[in-house]
């Protein structure tokens, strides 16, 4: 096996799991998750041979599935208004009856919350809440400065509580 | 995941995940042909196609020598060029 490939699969055996959950904390339905895994390790397959070790492949990896996230839910919203519909019909598709969701009453608010989120704040909230990732390691991923990040997560948070006020 | 996490994946996703996930180099590589052979095919036809204006185009008599002539005074040539031309040749 070539060296290439072999580095490949230890990526997917390593962090296929986790990367799977980051996903899936962004877009919400296991659906769209799985399709996306398969669009991000296709790039991570392209892009390996350009990866030269400058960060850690962890970041690498979540950089990569974190721009393709962002473009799917873009894509999603404009095919969405595209298609006439309100925007918020997305947000109700994704928070239907899932059984692949184990949450209470409570995490089921949040989720539809994150939802309407634009996507941007809904990425930082996902990072910073269920991954407890650190702003320095957001920014590493994002791109982003640890300011900007932190207004973002505020901004998010503040319309999370204002979202669960309002439906509880 | 940690916090309050609530979602879920179906039993035995994980695995069938890998399993897809490890065959992408595999595939890549089959598919890797396809546009090297969408680029022969296209190069094939454009020479074709080449080909056939040319053959299209040529195919008239030649140009007559008046014609020639004519041509040339047309666009402008002296009479001391086309002599000099015509001794150097």
Redesign the interface.
């Known amino acids: 096996m070539p060296e290439?490939?072999k580095y490949?699969?230890d990526l997917?055996?390593q962090y296929?799991?986790?990367l799977?959950?980051h996903v899936?904390?962004m877009v919400g339905s296991?659906e769209d998750a799985?399709d996306l895994?398969?669009e991000i390790?296709?790039k991570v397959?392209?892009a390996l041979p350009s990866f030269r070790g400058d960060s850690e492949p962890f970041t690498w990896l979540w950089r990569i599935a974190t721009n393709e996230t962002i473009s799917h839910l873009r894509k999603a919203r404009v095919r969405a208004a595209l298609s006439f519909s309100r925007l918020d019909a997305e947000a109700e598709r994704i928070s239907d009856p899932d059984p692949?969701?184990?949450?209470d009453a409570a995490?089921?608010s949040?989720?539809k919350a994150l939802m309407k989120l634009p996507d941007k704040q809904r990425t930082v909230f996902a990072m910073r809440?269920?991954?407890?990732l650190s702003y320095e390691q957001i920014s590493e991923i994002t791109g982003t400065s640890v300011g900007a990040l932190k207004a973002s997560y505020h901004i998010a948070y503040e319309k999370v509580k204002s979202f669960l006020n309002e439906n509880n | 995941?940690?916090?309050?996490?609530?979602?879920?994946?179906?039993q035995g996703y994980?695995d069938s995940?890998?399993q897809?996930?490890?065959d992408?180099?595999v595939r890549?590589t089959r598919v890797n042909l396809a546009p090297y052979f969408a680029l022969a095919v296209s190069f094939a036809l454009a020479v074709l196609a080449g080909n056939y204006i040319l053959m299209k185009t040529t195919a008239n008599a030649p140009a007559s020598e008046e014609e020639i002539v004519e041509y040339l005074i047309d666009s402008g040539t002296t009479l001391a060029q086309l002599e000099d031309a015509v001794y150097n040749y």
């Open positions: 290439q490939e490949f699969n997917v055996k296929s799991e986790p799977y959950w899936r904390a296991h799985d895994m398969q390790f296709i397959w392209k692949y969701f184990d949450g995490l089921r949040l989720r809440y269920y991954e407890e | 995941m940690k916090k309050n996490y609530p979602y879920s994946a179906p994980f995940l890998q897809r996930l490890s992408i180099p890549r």
